[in-house]
């Protein structure tokens, strides 16, 4: 027990937790009107009851995700944004969901020392923006129920005097299951990667990775046609916000992306949002360690920053979901891209020699292949026979796989990054990220396949 000495000192806590109590209620209002907004492809009802929460078909029960990039195994489901309208609309598919959390492997390496029941995350799932302006992902029902938890965690009762937000008391049943931590986590890592792609706060992050990635695309390919664009693939997209500025640069932009969590997230951001910083959350209140102020922790941020319906999209701009070895794997993507663009990402495959294998056959002779991120392996704590596989190179080798399959460097550097970093906290961990592009030479590659 704490002395009243003590208590009378901290007087000030009571009120504090009130405003932690209000801000939770607050994301959770915005989490609700995320899944209001998203259409399953098939009924979710059937696997949610007040006793706990069970998996619809092709889930598995021990699943993990990934907040910032991704990989996954599961069904390619095309999705399209559409200019004029935030509408989802596109096919449906049904992804299965991979055992091991991408992004979460990352944002913990940031936060274990902070907060080590923070360690879970969502894993990567898949999107595909199509030549209009609506997107349309698939689902696995986690996140209605991460988002239950995410207020019963919290006991909240929502209230607020936001405009912009329809705040709901977290009650009825609902908001009674039994949802394990790890899903509560995935909510938060999404909450925490809308600020890294979607606020003005992000920026700085996006700065040192993206506008590298965008600098060189812009290089490497100064003459670009209305009439045929080059195409562009981005795997492990997240939240879309890459994807999207190189979609506005004139290319034709496919992200794929993974995670559950990350789609529907993705989907209502690209396809709902009616204006700019249309939407607040606080992304910042889920760790008491390292603030520097009660107000920095429980400060707001608005998103988007822009408006993504207005970003001047080139039309074919699409999101795909679902595994990027499965999907990508089809005869009918052999050198179908120009370019392929892979940030935060190399790191969050159970066989990075396939990952390589894979961009240099979906590449079309002569295309570039630009890479930023750090060696991370996602799955580098498997251990034991019934573990999922995980090979970890280093860098050199990482380099020596890809000269294997028909790559050359042309650009090669470090860049220092953070991810998803709360750039007013104390502790800030970064990454000397390695960047590079490769262009797939057309003899090497043949020569290799001869082999």
Not at 296 to 323: N, Y
């Amino acid at each position: 027990m704490l002395p009243p000495a003590h208590k009378e000192l901290l007087f000030h806590l009571g009120l504090k937790y009130q405003r932690l109590r209000w801000c939770i209620s607050m994301n959770g209002a915005f989490i609700m009107n995320m899944l209001e907004a998203f259409e399953p492809p098939f009924d979710m009802s059937q696997y949610v009851n007040a006793g706990g929460y069970d998996h619809p078909p092709n889930m598995h029960d021990h699943s993990h995700v990934d907040c910032t990039h991704s990989s996954g195994r599961g069904d390619c489901s095309t999705i399209s944004v559409s200019r004029s309208n935030s509408q989802l609309d596109g096919q449906h598919g049904n992804p299965k969901e991979d055992a091991k959390t991408h992004e979460s492997s990352r944002e913990t390496e940031n936060e274990k020392d902070e907060e080590e029941h923070m360690a879970g995350c969502s894993q990567p799932v898949g999107s595909n923006l199509g030549s209009s302006q609506v997107v349309n992902v698939s689902c696995n029902g986690d996140t209605d129920a991460s988002t239950a938890a995410y207020c019963q965690d919290k006991g909240v009762s929502s209230s607020s005097t936001d405009d912009n937000v329809t705040p709901r008391h977290c009650t009825g049943s609902l908001f009674k299951l039994n949802v394990p931590p790890i899903d509560v986590d995935k909510v938060r890592c999404i909450v925490r990667n809308i600020v890294r792609d979607w606020a003005e706060e992000g920026q700085k992050e996006r700065d040192e990775c993206y506008k590298p990635i965008l600098e060189e695309l812009n290089r490497l390919f100064p003459n670009r046609s209305n009439e045929r664009p080059p195409l562009c693939l981005v795997p492990g997209a997240g939240l879309g916000r890459l994807a999207l500025e190189i979609s506005s640069l004139g290319f034709v932009s496919q992200g794929n992306e993974f995670s559950y969590y990350m789609l529907i997230c993705s989907s209502f951001i690209l396809n709902h949002t009616q204006e700019a910083k249309e939407w607040t959350i606080y992304p910042w209140i889920h760790s008491n360690c390292n603030s520097l102020s009660d107000n920095d922790q429980l400060r707001p941020v608005s998103f988007p920053d822009i408006h993504p319906s207005s970003a001047g999209i080139t039309e074919g701009f699409s999101m795909c979901a679902g595994d990027f070895v499965e999907v990508y794997s089809e005869e009918s993507q052999e050198s179908a891209w120009d370019a392929v663009v892979t940030c935060f990402f190399l790191d969050t495959a159970h066989n990075i020699v396939e990952y390589i294998e894979i961009i240099s056959k979906v590449l079309k002779d002569g295309g570039v292949w630009i890479n930023l991120g750090p060696l991370l392996y996602h799955f580098a704590d498997s251990y034991g026979p019934d573990d999922d596989m995980s090979i970890e190179l280093s860098l050199e080798d990482v380099k020596k796989v890809a000269y294997h399959y028909g790559f050359v460097m042309e650009v090669e550097k470090m860049i220092e990054t953070t991810y998803t970093a709360n750039m007013r906290a104390m502790m800030q961990n970064r990454y000397r990220a390695a960047f590079w592009t490769m262009r797939k030479n057309a003899s090497q590659a043949k020569a290799q396949k001869r082999c």
